[in-house]
């Protein structure tokens, strides 16, 4: 059974960091790209990064560039989402994802980011 459990979120202050965790299960975790996937409230979704395989590929939207990191530790099943200069619009929930070409997309259960004053 593929697992995705999210941690790491919190209330922040506009400025500050943030490091998401997500431990992945069920699945052979280093031969997937994995991603994270917000949804503000009131909003759609918006994928904020994506890491291939073996870490060595990662791609952010221009919302997040330089501000988001993804990257992966596949001894420990686990990728991660570190987030600096959080502004209150990054407020958001956020889920990990992994999609499979047969079997179709699979999600956590997200972790809540607040930022505010």
């Known amino acids: 059974e593929v697992q995705l459990v999210e941690s790491g979120g919190g209330l922040v202050q506009p400025g500050g960091s943030l490091r998401l965790s997500c431990v992945a299960s069920?699945?052979?975790?280093?031969?997937?790209?994995m991603a994270w996937v917000r949804q503000a409230p009131g909003k759609g979704l918006e994928q904020v990064s994506v890491i291939d395989g073996d870490g060595g590929s990662t791609t952010y939207p221009d919302s997040v560039k330089g501000r988001f990191t993804i990257s992966r530790d596949n001894a420990k099943n686990t990728v991660y989402l570190q987030m600096t200069s959080l502004k209150p619009e990054d407020t958001a929930v956020y889920y990990c994802n992994v999609e499979f070409r047969a079997l179709g997309d699979y999600w956590g259960q997200g972790t809540q980011v607040t930022v505010s004053s």
């Open positions: 069920g699945f052979p975790f280093g031969d997937n790209a």
